[in-house]
């Protein structure tokens, strides 16, 4: 009877060591995660900067240019990243800039929405849609997204929240919310959302951009775990923009796990958002589509497809 008595007793203390476990190591993994942060420097935040050259942007090369296009001479392995939806690597260009590569159907969404994210003003990465590289290391990829790290930005840990940020009630987030909607990117959670430090030598100053970071899961249908898909132009071109107009509220024919945040979008912040993206000609919108290396039949459907959604924002009373 003792026996079986105390080994009743080392059975609830082992099973309630068992249970605390877990809680202790997730509080552990916690704190090994806000230690790793650092903390922001003092800089000037800015989220958007106006697009004065809108109606000239060159939406095939992008933010990055001519100049900033990788040297695809030699591109040599440094690591893997773990993280994302996607496979990505580190690698080094022939010219010993430093990229990530991202390796899945992303790769063509995102280099088309990174480009139409900075034509409306706003910042984002650099990025450039490659078909197939041999990478020294790991051998010939295909479909390709690389993304620059260049030397002088700094990237941080820090995410910002959509309604929690320096720019809360500004036309400029607004419409950053609304050009979410416009790709179609259901993917809004806040860990897709950082800042990076970019110091100017000449003044001395520091800013503090807030991007979205992965804009990857677009061009697809949104919806749930289930029914949502990024880069599916078949299906993109489908979808619906507007639901309808509650008296100044406009409600979005979206649908993604994160979409709270769209209740106080109103209808003049979207018509401000589609009155600045209007200026974009058609040339433009495919040459980022044709930047992603989409089939001529795909981009003058996307093109027809995003010039409507634009100019259904434009139009929007008020």
């Not at 992303?106 to 990025?127: F, K, P």
């Not at 259901?186 to 992965?214: C, F, M, P, Q």
Request: aromatic residues 8%.
């Amino acid at each position: 009877m003792f026996a079986e008595k105390r080994f009743r007793a080392i059975s609830v203390l082992t099973i309630a060591l068992i249970l605390l476990l877990p809680a202790g190591l997730a509080g552990q993994k916690k704190a090994k995660k806000k230690d790793k942060n650092e903390p922001l420097p003092e800089g000037t935040a800015v989220l958007w900067r106006e697009p004065t050259d809108i109606a000239s942007r060159d939406l095939f090369l992008g933010p990055g240019g001519e100049e900033m296009k990788p040297d695809l001479s030699k591109v040599t392995f440094i690591k893997e990243e773990h993280t994302g939806h996607s496979i990505k690597y580190r690698v080094q260009d022939g010219q010993g800039r430093v990229w990530v590569l991202k390796m899945s159907n992303e790769a063509q969404s995102e280099t088309v929405a990174s480009r139409l994210v900075w034509a409306a003003g706003y910042y984002t990465d650099i990025t450039y849609y490659v078909p197939e590289v041999n990478i020294e290391g790991k051998g010939m990829v295909k479909n390709v997204r690389f993304e620059a790290r260049p030397k002088d930005v700094k990237r941080f840990d820090d995410e910002w929240d959509w309604d929690n940020n320096p720019f809360t009630g500004t036309p400029e987030l607004q419409g950053l919310k609304v050009m979410m909607v416009l790709l179609n990117n259901w993917d809004l959670k806040t860990a897709n959302n950082r800042v990076v430090l970019v110091h100017d030598d000449a003044s001395g100053t520091n800013e503090l951009r807030y991007i979205i970071s992965d804009l990857g899961a677009t061009l697809g249908k949104t919806g749930n775990f289930i029914t949502h898909n990024r880069n599916k132009p078949q299906d993109y071109v489908k979808t619906k923009l507007i639901k309808r107009i509650e008296g100044d509220q406009i409600v979005f024919d979206f649908h993604a796990t994160h979409d709270q945040m769209l209740r106080n979008v109103t209808v003049t912040q979207a018509k401000w958002l589609g009155t600045l993206l209007s200026q974009l000609s058609d040339q433009q919108l495919s040459d980022a589509f044709r930047a992603a290396n989409y089939s001529p039949e795909e981009i003058q459907m996307l093109t027809q497809s995003l010039r409507a959604r634009i100019d259904e924002l434009a139009n929007l009373p008020g």
